[in-house]
C-alpha cells in the first residue's frame, strides 16, 4: 500500500477550506446547465460540514472522470500554484464514469483545495516525490496510532492499493479523537454517492437501479477479451469447458473466471453491502471498532501481499 497523509490546520480552518474548494469544484461543472444538489446531511455527527459539501459534490461523481488528466495537464503548465488553481478555474468537465482515483482525485481537492494539490499532479504517475510511502502490516497501524493525538487538526490519508489491479481510498482522521470515516468509489461498480447513501438495505436494489451501483462489467468484458486472444476463441467467460486445454498452469483461476460469469444484480448488490454498511454512509468509526474491524484486517492483507512478492 502507498499513502500519502495531508494536515489541515484548525478544525475551523478545514472547514472553510472545503467550503471554499467545494465551489471551485462545483464551477467545474456549471456548464452543464443543471441543478445544484443541496447540502444534505448524511453524517452521524451534528453540523459537519466537510463531510456535508462532500455529499453535494457528489451528485456531480461521475463528471469528474477526467479531471485527474486535466489536472496533470495544467500542473505541467503552470509555473506555480496559484496559476494551477486559475487554468483548473477554466476546465469543464463531462465525465461520464466514476472510479476510485477520479474520486480521491475531488474529494481530497474539496478538502485541501487546488493550489495544495499542485505538487501532487505535477508529478503524475503518483511517485515517493509527492509524499507517498509503502507501508506493510503492523507499520500501517503505527502510522495511524502515532497520529491519534492530533486533536486540533483534520488529518486525510490517501491510499493507493498497487498490483495489477489498482484502487484508491481514502481515510479522514476527526479532530478531537471523534474517529475515522472512509471515502472511496470502484470504477463500474459504485461512485462516492452511492457509498455515502444513508438508505436501509433493502433500498439498496432502488439505488441499483438509478445507476449508483450497477456490475463491474469492465472486469467481465476484460476477461472475456483475454480468454478469447490466448486460445483463438475456443474459450470465453460463457464457455469455460476447455479452460484447463488451452490453459493449463491457470486452473487455480477457474472459481474466480466463474464468479466473474456469474456475477449479476444480487450479488453486486450484497458485496456492495459488506462493505458499505460497515464502513460507508458516512458512518464515524470510533479508534477502537476501526482499528479491529478496519485498520487491523487491511494490515494482516498488506502483509500477505508482501509475502507474495
Known amino acids: 500500500i502507498i499513502f500519502s497523509e495531508a494536515f489541515f490546520g484548525s478544525l475551523m480552518m478545514s472547514l472553510r477550506i472545503a467550503m471554499l474548494a467545494t465551489a471551485a469544484v462545483m ?51 503552470a509555473r ?51 509524499g507517498y510511502v509503502e507501508v506493510f502490516g503492523d507499520d500501517l497501524v503505527q502510522a495511524f496510532s502515532a497520529r491519534r493525538d492530533i486533536t486540533m487538526a483534520r488529518v486525510l490519508y490517501q491510499f493507493m492499493l498497487m498490483g495489477n489491479h489498482v484502487h484508491a481510498f481514502m481515510v479522514e482522521q476527526l479532530p478531537n479523537r471523534l474517529g475515522y470515516r472512509v471515502y472511496q468509489a470502484n470504477r463500474g461498480a459504485f461512485g462516492v454517492q452511492g457509498w455515502l447513501l444513508r438508505s436501509s438495505p433493502k433500498e439498496l436494489s432502488q439505488a441499483f437501479d438509478k445507476g449508483l451501483l450497477m456490475l463491474f ?34 486452473t487455480a483461476l477457474l472459481p474466480y473466471l466463474r464468479f466473474v460469469r456469474d456475477y449479476n444484480k444480487t450479488a453486486a448488490i450484497e458485496n456492495f453491502r459488506r462493505a458499505w454498511s460497515q464502513f460507508g454512509q458516512g458512518q464515524v468509526l470510533s479508534w477502537e471498532r476501526f482499528l479491529r474491524t478496519f485498520l487491523v484486517p487491511l494490515s494482516n492483507l498488506t502483509e500477505g501481499i508482501r509475502a507474495l512478492g
Open 27 to 77: 464551477a467545474a461543472v456549471h456548464v452543464l446547465r443543471t441543478p445544484r444538489a443541496s447540502h444534505v446531511s448524511v453524517s452521524f455527527l451534528e453540523n459537519d460540514e466537510c463531510l456535508r459539501a462532500i455529499s453535494a459534490v457528489a451528485v456531480y461523481d461521475e463528471r469528474f472522470e477526467h479531471r485527474l488528466v486535466h489536472k496533470a495537464a495544467m500542473a505541467a503548465k
Open 80 to 130: 506555480t500554484a496559484e496559476e494551477f488553481e486559475e487554468l483548473m478555474g477554466q476546465q469543464r468537465e463531462n465525465g461520464t464514469k466514476f472510479g476510485c482515483i477520479y474520486a480521491m482525485g475531488w474529494v481530497s481537492e474539496v478538502f485541501a483545495g487546488l493550489r495544495r494539490q499542485w505538487e501532487e499532479y505535477r508529478h503524475l504517475p503518483y511517485d515517493f516525490r509527492v
Open 217 to 250: 462489467d469492465e472486469l467481465y468484458m476484460g476477461f472475456d477479451l483475454r480468454l478469447r486472444q490466448f486460445s483463438n476463441s475456443k474459450v470465453s467467460l460463457a464457455h469455460l469447458e476447455d479452460f484447463e486445454k488451452y490453459f493449463p498452469q491457470n
